[in-house]
Structures are given as C-alpha cells and as structure tokens.
C-alpha cells in the first residue's frame, strides 16, 4: 500500500518535453531517500492539458503540477513527499487570481467535460493490463462471453445511438447487425488508427493512454459479428502507440484475454498490428484494407461495402480507435446510459483535439450538443493575446470553417453537416483575426492534392487546378469570374471523385467562399489581405517617423533597407521579401504594412 502517488503523464506530448526523463528522476530520488515502498510512479496517459505539459499529479492531495522539469523532481519530493508541503511555484493555475490547489476535475479545463472514451487516459499506466481490470477491464467482455448473446450485443450497440466517430457517423449499431449478418467462412475485425488529419491526435492519445479499451472493445465486436482475428491499423508515425498496444497485446494474451478459447468459453480471438506508411488515403476504409492486403493503399468502388466484401474479399468490421474505446462502458453500463448523454440524433460524447489560437491546447471530451462556444472559452480558455475568434475548422481536409455566427450552435453530427463542416475525426482548429481564411483554404488543398492516391481523374487533376486558382487569387492575379468557375470545380469533383478523399476536399473552399467572400473579395478586387498573410500582397514601407536609427537596416536579411544615419530610411521593394523583421524590430513604429 503505497502512501502517495506521482501520476507522470507518458503521452505523446509531455514525452517530447521529457517526461521519461522526469519519471526517472522521481524514481532515482525516491530509491536514494527509501521511498520507493511508500511512493509509486506512475506513468499514465495524455491528461488533455497539452498547453501546460509535462503533467505530473500527486495523489492524495490531488496537486496538479504544470510544465514540469527534470530539475523541478528535487523540490517535488524534498518540499511535497518528505515535508508534506505544495510546491506552490509549480502548481498549476488557470489564472492569474487562481493559486489554490485544484482538483483536475475542478479545473474549468475539466469542469464541462464528460470523459467516456478518455475514461482512463492519465488515469492508468497503460502499460499495465492489472491497472486497466481494477478499472473494470475485461468485465464488458466476460459479460458479454458469459450472459449475452450476439444479437443481445449487437442490440445494445444499436440502442445507444453510437454513431462512427471516425468521421461519416455511421450507426455503429447497424454496422455490427450488417457484418454479423454477412454469410463468411471468415470474418474479420478492423481499428482504423491511421489519423491522417493535420491536427488530429484523439485516436493516439486513446491508444497511447488506454490500448487496452480498443482490445477489449475489438474481442466483443468479434464475438458478435463471428470473426475470430483482426487488425490493428495505426501509423508508424505514432511509434509511442505502436508499443503501447503491442504491449497490450502480449498482456492480454497471457491473461487469456486474447488468444485460444478466451477464458474458456470456447471463443477464439486474435489480433495483429499493421503499420500504415502515414498517407492519409490509407484512411480511407477500402484503402486501408487494400493496404492491410499488402497492396499499395488506394481506395476501391463501393459497394460492395466491407461488411459484406472487405478485407480478403470477406465481411469486415472497421471501426475508429474512438468509436470502440466507448463499447466496453455501454456493455456495462448499459444502451440508456449512452444515449441520455447528447443530442437526439448524435448521443454520447465525441473527443476534440483543439488547437490553433487557442490557449488550452489539447485534448477534450464533450457530450454531443455542447456548443462551439463553451469548447472555446470556457473549456478553451479563449483566444490568447486578446484577439477576436474568427472561425474554427472541423473535420480538417474534408471540413469547413464554422463563423463567429454559428457560435452557439449545439455541435453534433448534423447542426455540422448543416452549416457546411462536418464532424471529421475531431481535429478542432481555432483562428484568430491574424488568419487569413483564402490562405487556409489553400493550406488544406496543398494537403489533399499532395495526398490524392491518384487514381481517379476528378480529385486527381481537379484538386490541382482548385490550388492553381486559390494561388492565382492570394498572389493577386485573380479575377472575379474564378469564384463562379472555383465553386464549379468543387461541384463536380465532389460528385465524381472515387472515394471520401475526393468527395469532400473541396469542402475547405466551398466553406471559407460561403462565410468569408468578403475575404475573397479583398484579395482579388483590392489586391489586398485583410489578414496581412498572403506575402504577394503585402507591402512594407518606411514613414516619416523614421528616425534614421538604422536599426531596421541592420536587421533587414536581404539588404532592401537603405539610408544614411538620422535620414528617412527607404525599403527596395524588388529586394523585400516581405518577413516583417523590420516592422518589429522599429522602436518608432516607423514602419507600415499594407
Ligand atoms: C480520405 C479519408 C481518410 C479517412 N481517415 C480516417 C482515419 O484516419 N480514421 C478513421 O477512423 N476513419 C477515417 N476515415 C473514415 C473511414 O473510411 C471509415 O468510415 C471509418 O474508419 C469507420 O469507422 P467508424 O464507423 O467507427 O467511424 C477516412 C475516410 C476518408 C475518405
Ligand atoms: S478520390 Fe482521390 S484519393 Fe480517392 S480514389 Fe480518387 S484520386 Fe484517389
Ligand atoms: S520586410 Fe523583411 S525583407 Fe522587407 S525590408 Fe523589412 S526586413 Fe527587409
């Protein structure tokens, strides 16, 4: 029996700041000073509070410790282990009035949360298979071995209204009834952990913090549906996920979790880790069980859909790291539970990975419904600097932008749909005033004609030439008549395109035309940016409230400044390459931008 624990978070994250090495340290420490039977270290999964890593929590007191350092572990167990005394100085503050002590749950960062699918993320080592059974591990799946039947299972996932949190919101329920119903000498069950979107980290944070949820939750979806193997698709890119689940694995299998005749009910199970090469088509359903095949990752016609044709040409349950990390707590805790959380067509929770201009960058798990408003500033905490919000992108490459305007509406599955985005896998991007939205609409272009597999003509070309045009407007070449043949393109490479890549990647376009053709607009009539982003349309010059420093000279990189000391400075615009060093570095404010 341990008097304290030091909860050291192990996630992506926190691990880039270190925390491995913070986690020894406390280890060294407590063995020199005898208290390594009083004291455990515990690394743990992501806590969501990205912002402020690395994390570390001591339990009892509940102390939540922000942007930890190795040389903070000496204080933290002299002063709060050994003397029983809070390092005050490290405690973490939401704002400048706030120095108590605070329950992560009391944080405003937590208050609106309701943790279903990150139930155990920063909770549990995950590396630890007992940790995960005394949170009830296992208990979804040997209740559903020993008391329900296949049906009963797949009527439960049905009654709570889970709906596909990978993106196209695809009742879960129904999925499962599909594949359990599909005539196969073989079936198989999928996760797709692939996460391609910029800005997504749910499905690695999931993994990473909780592997075994997605095991668990992948053994009860094989027994329902009649599969006796699956897959685990994740990127290599996530190589803190990868290990985590392969140590998962191995634990299960010894416990008899996984493996032959699962705890002696006769039931067959085993599951294999795939690593994706990080191409965001491979994503994609078809794709990524092509890929799974051995065959390079491009998408295929459907129908036939996996759950009747899939992986090997044999009924397949794919579904999100997400959407299964739910399934053991509606096993256990029942259909009713679920869907008295949310909004009447989207129940539950769904996971966001806000980032952007936003200052609690991270992790957050919300009920359907809450509004775009709460999630910016309340759990948020606002936009940082003062600035004013200007939109959020949903659904990365295949979203769109929701305006200031539609900050109050419920977010779900359809209120998304209706304004234009969509849910996507969760990745939440906040801008401020200084971004411009032609320029994000490019930005996701880039990405989706770099990631276009190429194999049909619609996405392939008329990805490229929707870029050439957002090029040919932000370097000020474009003319009116490109936003009539712009949102034309969009049209027709939506419905032509082969598969969901396609079909949705004008979406970014037709979103920021609809709310911000004023932006458009600036761009193309005025030859200006609005949001002083776009370098062709910028342009710097020197006032009379020059001084004749020579500062800005100094510093310019290009040599474009000129001018004797105490005289008017002068920039040569066919040298500037418009990096704005100047304009800060002037202490008269003598230099503008327009
Ligand atoms: C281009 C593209 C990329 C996708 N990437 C992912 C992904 O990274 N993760 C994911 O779960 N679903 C992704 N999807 C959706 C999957 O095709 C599929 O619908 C989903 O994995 C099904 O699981 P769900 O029903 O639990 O959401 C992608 C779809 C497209 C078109
Ligand atoms: S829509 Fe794009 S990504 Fe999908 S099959 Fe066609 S070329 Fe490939
Ligand atoms: S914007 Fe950059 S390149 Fe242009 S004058 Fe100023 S410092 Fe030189």
Redesign the pocket.
Known sequence: MFRSHILVCGGTGCASNNSKGIIAKFEQLLKEKNLEKDVQTIMTGCFGLCAVGPVVIVYPEGAFYSNVKVDDVDEIVNEHIIKGRLVTRLLHREDDKNIAVKALSDTNFYKKQTRVALRNCGVINPENIDEYIAYDGYQALIKCLTELSKQEIVDIIKKSGLRGRGGGGFPTGLKWQFTKDAVGDEKYVCVNADEGDPGAFMDRSVLEGDPHAVLEAMAIAGYAIGANKGYIYVRAEYPIAVDRCKIALEQAKEYGLLGKNILGTGFDFDLEIRLGAGAFVCGEETALMTSIEGNRGEPRPRPPFPAIKGLFGKPTLLNNVETYANIPQIILKGAEWFSSMGTEKSKGTKVFALGGKIVNTGLVEIPMGTTLREIIEDIGGGIPKGKKFKAAQTGGPSGGCIPAAHFDIPIDYDNLIAIGSMMGSGGMIVMDEDNCMVDIAKFFLEFTVEESCGKCTPCRIGTRRLLEMLEKITSGKGEMSDLDTMEKLCYYIKDNSLCGLGQTAPNPVLSTIRYFRDEYVAHIVDKKCPAHVCKSLLK?SITDACKGCTK?AR???????TGKVKELHV??QN?????????D?CSFKA?VRE
């Open positions: 710097y800005c510093q310019c990189p290009v040599g474009a400044i920039i040569d040298k500037c390459i418009k990096c704005g060093v100047c304009m570095s230099i």
